[in-house]
């Protein structure tokens, strides 16, 4: 497992990429990139947003929260369909178990929600690291809108160094990544 360090978290506080209001405008500018890429949510609300402007996510990590309070029945059954698979999350950390699941969703042949018991806030990194380039992963930016990070090489390595940051055994936890 990975924790995030204390003195760490200051570097979330910024976004990762542009900030969406619109869900429309961010499928545009996504779809600008790669067309066949996949599309990566982390978040139940911004799964929830996809989903209803017509483009369920290849991959959804999803918590059953928002801002760490239960999402409301609508967002929870929109959002808990399709193929589910369960991993465990701690809060502050990265799992094997999420980072595994990660690589196997984007490498299966249908769309995935991962249902997270725990916390998915981190998950964007590894997500970053695992799809593959010209991919989006959108995820939300509480009380801003919807961040949307084109997987180029940079911003792969943007996030390998931000995790490199973290407390535990970098190389077991990514070791899915880098198979």
Request: proline residues 7%.
């Amino acid at each position: 497992m990975l924790t995030l360090p204390t003195d760490l978290r200051t570097a979330f506080k910024e976004p990762f990429g542009p900030v969406y209001t619109e869900t429309d405008a961010l499928l545009a500018d996504a779809s600008s990139e790669e067309t066949d890429a996949p599309l990566v949510a982390v978040g139940d609300v911004v799964t929830f947003h996809l989903r209803r402007a017509g483009r369920p996510p290849d991959v959804a990590v999803i918590d059953g929260k928002t801002k760490r309070e239960a999402v409301g029945e609508e967002i929870r059954q929109a959002v808990e369909t399709g193929r589910l698979v369960e991993v465990t999350n701690e809060p502050g950390t990265l799992s094997f178990d999420l980072v595994s699941a990660l690589v196997d969703a984007l490498d299966a042949d249908e769309p995935t929600t991962l249902l997270v018991t725990g916390e998915e806030d981190l998950a964007t990194l590894p997500a970053v690291v695992a799809a593959p380039l010209g991919s989006t992963v959108v995820y939300g930016q509480p009380d801003e809108g919807m961040v949307r990070v084109a997987v180029t090489a940079a911003a792969q390595a943007e996030m390998r160094d931000l995790l490199s940051q973290f407390g535990g055994d970098l190389d077991a936890v990514l070791s899915p990544l880098d198979a």
